[in-house]
């Protein structure tokens, strides 16, 4: 089992900037890939990036490319979520989420760990 935690989300004006947390707990060595989607309110919920721990990888979502960064912090079994320039488009409830690899990255259904999410509005 792994235990998933989300933090770092609130309110934030556009252009404003956040940086999201995700601690990891349980077998997280099981887990290679780390990943964070978001949920707009009646939107399905969304691939925003993901990492490898093994290799490095960061795959990212085409709207948020150049804005957002994911990174990880092995030794701490976190994983972070740094949102610049941000856009009322970016509201939403973001999940932290993990899977044995970035074979299928961008889908929903590959990741079977999921943290409670952490809502972000940005307002404009």
């Known amino acids: 089992q792994v235990q998933l935690v989300e933090s770092g989300g609130r309110w934030v004006q556009a252009g404003g900037s956040l940086r999201l947390s995700c601690a990891a707990s349980?077998?997280?060595?099981?887990?290679?890939?780390m990943g964070w989607f978001r949920q707009a309110p009646g939107k399905e919920r969304e691939f925003v990036a993901a990492?490898?721990?093994?290799?490095?990888?960061?795959p990212y979502a085409d709207n948020v490319k150049g804005r957002f960064t994911i990174s990880r912090d092995n030794a701490k079994n976190t994983v972070y979520l740094q949102m610049n320039s941000l856009k009322p488009e970016d509201t939403a409830v973001y999940y932290c989420?993990?899977?044995?690899?970035?074979?299928?990255?961008?889908?929903?259904?590959?990741?079977?760990?999921w943290g409670q999410g952490t809502q972000v509005t940005v307002s404009s």
């Open positions: 990492i490898s721990s093994s290799t490095g990888t960061t």
């Open positions: 989420a993990a899977a044995r690899s970035l074979l299928r990255a961008t889908e929903r259904d590959w990741y079977d760990y």
């Open positions: 349980g077998r997280t060595l099981s887990r290679d890939a």
